[in-house]
């Protein structure tokens, strides 16, 4: 009786609607939250996100999203609640790429660091590649049978397989466990006349998102991180069909190819991803 009470009410008197954020979610799934309020907002409706400790570095570095944001103490009983722990990260059913690209223009781009990181780095040269490699919690805790693959036998598969013959002028990787990926990606000197470990600095996470987004050829991790940092660098500089992604995603899904990808992506699907 509650839940049609509820129903008719939100029916005849719409209202901010909340989503109830997991408390897992980080950097990557908090921005397709945003995303959905700003396509809410798009469409004359009202949507709310939940604060949660995890959003405060993306509100430091991105103060547009404030207005998304709602706090414990001001969520009412006539809001809808969204709790669903649906993330809304389908390509081209939960979003557009001229969704995204909206998005980012009104409310990452405009963001005083980003203008003051892009404003001191050169435009990326299209002789330079980036890769991201996640680790952290996708190898920790037993996580690697979720989310694991050989991610140093994958990058080779691309450039053996996928980026043939060329000769790079310089490749970065940027990770959040850069220690192993010197400790393990020493062969790709083979295919480059420079080996960078880029230099972060103090805020290392939204550091490592721009340099990655600063790129015009992409080889990408299978995290949402990856894919927003991706997103980023096709606005800038339409490098869609420069961006490498695998398609494998997590082994929480029957079917465990990723969903978040652009089909501009150059999606790597001739790779065994079950050997960890």
């Known amino acids: ?14 209202s901010t609607k909340v989503i109830i954020t997991p408390k897992g979610a980080r950097w990557g799934n908090l921005l397709y939250f945003f995303l959905r309020a700003y396509l809410f907002e798009k469409q004359g ?37 969204d709790s669903t ?30 203008q003051s990181f892009l404003q001191t780095h050169p ?25 694991g693959f050989d991610q140093v036998a994958f990058v080779k598969h691309i450039f053996e397989n996928h980026l043939p013959k060329k000769k ?13 990926c010197k400790a393990n990606f020493d062969f790709i000197k083979e295919y480059t006349s420079e080996l960078h470990f880029p ?24 995290s949402t991180f990856s894919f927003w940092a991706a997103y980023f660098s096709n606005y800038l500089y339409h490098s869609q069909e420069n961006t490498y992604c ?13 969903y978040q990808f652009n089909p501009k992506w150059n999606m790597i699907r001739d790779f065994n991803f079950n050997v960890t």
């Open 168 to 180: 790079w002028k310089k490749v970065s990787i940027l990770s959040d466990d850069i220690n192993w």
């Open 123 to 147: 435009e990326p040269s299209m002789e330079d590649i980036t890769i991201n490699i996640r680790r952290g919690d996708f190898f920790e805790k037993g996580n690697s049978s979720i989310y």
């Open 1 to 14: 009786m509650i839940k049609l009470f509820k129903k008719i009410f939100f029916r005849l008197y719409p």
């Open 246 to 258: 695998p398609i494998f995603g997590s082994r929480r899904i029957e079917n465990t190819d990723l």
């Open 199 to 222: 230099e972060l600095g103090e805020d290392k996470i939204f550091s490592s998102f721009l340099w990655v987004a600063n790129s015009k050829n992409l080889i990408l991790s299978n």
């Open 45 to 81: 409706k009202s949507l709310r996100v939940l604060y949660t400790n995890h959003m405060d570095d993306l509100l430091r570095f991105f103060p547009e999203l404030n207005k998304y944001v709602i706090y414990e103490k001001e969520v009412k009983f006539f809001h809808e609640k």
């Open 85 to 114: 722990n649906t993330f809304y990260q389908i390509f081209d059913k939960d979003f557009t790429e001229q969704n995204i690209d909206d998005f980012i223009k009104e409310h990452l781009l405009s963001s005083d660091f980003v």
